[in-house]
Nanobody, 124 residues
Framework: QVQLVESGGGLVQAGGSLRLSCAAS????????MGWFRQAPGKEREFVAAIMWSAISTYYADSVKGRFTISRDNAKNTVTLQMNSLKPEDTAVYYCAARTYRSGSFLAADFGSWGQGTQVTVSS
């Protein structure tokens, strides 16, 4: 079992920045990908970014490319999502997720471990 705890988030004006962190514990050696998803009211949970646990490769949704950066701190078993140039449409609850196998698909259903979520609100 992998446990995930998110931190960060909050309220920011459009154009501003926020940083989300996700601390992983438990069977972290079994993790293959760590990812961030988000869910806005009335919408499905959508992929934002992911990173291989080895930190070799990163993946981004087109909507956040060039604005968001995912990274991993090996020593602390944490994954960080740096969000710059935020837009009102980035407003959502952001979830950290992990999976234990390799796949080219980044659907929410492919990830078996989830954090509790953290709210990000971008005002216009």
């Amino acid at each position: 079992q992998v446990q995930l705890v998110e931190s960060g988030g909050g309220l920011v004006q459009a154009g501003g920045s926020l940083r989300l962190s996700c601390a992983a514990s438990g069977r972290t050696s079994s993790i293959y990908h760590m990812g961030w998803f988000r869910q806005a009211p009335g919408k499905e949970r959508e992929f934002v970014a992911a990173i291989m646990w080895s930190a070799i490769s990163t993946y981004y949704a087109d909507s956040v490319k060039g604005r968001f950066t995912i990274s991993r701190d090996n020593a602390k078993n944490t994954v960080t999502l740096q969000m710059n140039s935020l837009k009102p449409e980035d407003t959502a609850v952001y979830y950290c997720a992990a999976r234990t196998y390799r796949s080219g698909s980044f659907l929410a259903a492919d990830f078996g471990s989830w954090g509790q979520g953290t709210q990000v609100t971008v005002s216009s």
